[in-house]
């Protein structure tokens, strides 16, 4: 192992969702992101790191997409995308969603080790 390595405690002000997700980047540039968010409506969510951690209002004070490369946004899939675009998550009937992704644009080549010394960030 050894890659660098970032946590993110989820918590909705207003409701029950909550969770935390695990984020390692190999040093192959593959990061997986691991974890569970509990309290969701069933189906699909979308799934983005924004800019800030700021959330004294909500997701209204997380800033846009994490764009480092200001690029378009897109798929998680697509070349053209914000590194911080990762597509949706799925809740079950159960508001579980447990996450396992591998992405190759998050890191972006830097932004682990940036944000972890600069201003922990906001995955949603
Ligand atoms: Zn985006």
Do not use: W
Not at 87 to 116: M, P, R, T, W
């Amino acid at each position: 192992m050894g890659g660098l390595k970032a946590v993110a405690v989820i918590t909705g002000g207003d409701n029950s969702i909550k969770g935390s997700l695990q984020f390692l980047q190999d040093h192959n540039g593959v990061t997986h992101v691991r974890g569970k968010i509990v309290g969701l409506k069933p189906g699909l969510h979308g799934f983005h790191i924004h800019a800030l951690g700021d959330t004294t209002n909500g997701c209204n004070s997380t800033g846009p997409h994490f764009n480092p490369l200001n690029k378009d946004h897109g798929g998680p899939l697509d070349a053209i995308r914000h590194a911080g675009d990762l597509g949706n998550i799925v809740a079950g009937q159960d508001g579980v969603a447990e996450v396992s992704i591998e992405d190759y644009h998050v890191s972006s080549g830097f932004n682990l080790q940036c944000k972890a010394s600069d201003q922990a960030p906001l995955y949603l």
